[in-house]
T-cell receptor, first 114, second 114 residues
């Protein structure tokens, strides 16, 4: 079953604008990760934020995490055509005693228009 | 450093047949996870292998089985294929467990069941 729900399902913006995607999840987590997928290919890891962190930056990416609301957001600043892809949040409830894998949402499809 | 590789890239099978998909993990990674991604959906966790044993499993029937070899490469076997098994199958490797559960994905195998 899908734990996360990304919002919006699709987003189309002009090159140079900022893109914001949101993710909500249901259960307690160890960390939350964001991945990018181009045209149904493999996923590329973008950023990981631990449950005790509130904000994290990596280049043009900014991720926030609010565990009280069970939500996260991914901000891509100064978007480029190459950012066109599907973006997924994935939660990890791994406690170290066993593996549940990552639980992914359905993704946000981002289109950057030149 | 070699990334995660998967073979074959594409595969067409008929209902009732059996299929084996292969994955080579990234150097230094001892854990391999498999995911199924249906069209328009996020990846769903199938199972994870650690030290050649299944370490966790998602909501998939027993006809989905796997192996991990001493060199940490892995196979996913699916018996009695059904039409709904048509999907992109993703393999992901991750480093030893003391690190975050960041997973590194291969390009995937596209399976079509006719």
């Amino acid at each position: 079953s899908q734990q996360g729900e990304e919002d919006p399902q699709a987003l189309s913006i002009q090159e140079g604008e900022n893109a914001t995607m949101n993710c909500s999840y249901k259960t307690s987590i160890n960390n939350l990760q964001w991945y990018r997928q181009n045209s149904g290919r493999g996923l590329v890891h973008l950023i990981l934020i631990r449950s005790n962190e509130r904000e994290k930056h990596s280049g043009r990416l900014r991720v926030t995490l609010d565990t009280s609301k069970k939500s996260s957001s991914l901000l891509i600043t100064a978007s480029r055509a190459a950012d066109t892809a599907s973006y997924f949040c994935a939660t990890d409830g791994w406690s170290g005693g066993g593996a549940d894998g990552l639980t992914f949402g359905k993704g946000t499809h981002l289109i950057i228009q030149p | 450093e070699t990334g995660v590789t998967q073979s074959p890239t594409h595969l067409i099978k008929t209902r009732g047949q059996q299929v084996t998909l292969r994955c080579s993990s990234q150097s230094g990674h001892n854990t391999v996870s498999w995911y199924q991604q249906a069209l328009g959906q996020g990846p769903q966790f199938i199972f994870q292998y650690y030290r050649e044993e299944e370490n966790g499993r998602g909501n998939f029937p027993p006809r989905f089985s796997g192996l991990q070899f001493p060199n940490y490469s892995s196979e996913l076997n699916v018996n009695a294929l059904e039409l709904d098994d048509s999907a992109l199958y993703l393999c992901a490797s991750s480093p030893p467990r003391e690190y975050n559960n960041e997973q590194f994905f291969g390009p995937g195998t596209r399976l079509t069941v006719l």
